[in-house]
Nanobody
Framework: QVQLVESGGGLVQPGGSLTLSCVAS????????MTWARQAPGRGINWISQ????????DYTDSVKGRFTITRDNAKNTLYLHMRNLIPDDTAVYYC?????????RGQGTQVTVSS
C-alpha cells in the first residue's frame, strides 16, 4: 500500500536549519508529483511547496520563498525539504503528500519547533 514516512523534524533555534525527508513506497514515486504541507497548532493544514515528478519544476508559498527548498531523489524514492533561516512561525507538523492535492495520501508528519 501507499506509505509515506517523514523524518528530520526537531527543536531548532530561530535562524537555524533543518532538512526533512519523506521516504515513499507502494507507488511509482518517480512518476508522481509531491507536496509538502504543514499544520500549525490549532490551525488547518497549509500547502507550502510542491515539485513535479522529474524534479524540474517547483513552487513555494510566499512565506517560505528564499528560505525553503524542495528536492527529490527518485533513485531513493525520497522527497526532501531543506529549511533555513527558520522562524517561530514555521513551528508546525510537516507532512509530505502524494500528488498536488492536499487531499492526497500523506504521512504521519514530523514536528518542527522553532524556539529559543
Amino acid at each position: 500500500q501507499v506509505q509515506l514516512v517523514e523524518s528530520g523534524g526537531g527543536l531548532v533555534q530561530p535562524g537555524g536549519s533543518l532538512t526533512l525527508s519523506c521516504v515513499a513506497s507502494g507507488f511509482t514515486f518517480s512518476n508522481t508529483p509531491m507536496t509538502w504541507a504543514r499544520q500549525a497548532p490549532g490551525r488547518g493544514i497549509n500547502w507550502i511547496s510542491q515539485i513535479n515528478a522529474a524534479g524540474t519544476s517547483t513552487d513555494y508559498t510566499d512565506s517560505v520563498k528564499g528560505r525553503f527548498t524542495i528536492t527529490r531523489d527518485n533513485a531513493k524514492n525520497t522527497l526532501y525539504l531543506h529549511m533555513r533561516n527558520l522562524i517561530p512561525d514555521d513551528t508546525a507538523v510537516y507532512y509530505c503528500i502524494r500528488g498536488f492535492s492536499l487531499g492526497g495520501t500523506r504521512g504521519q508528519g514530523t514536528q518542527v519547533t522553532v524556539s529559543s
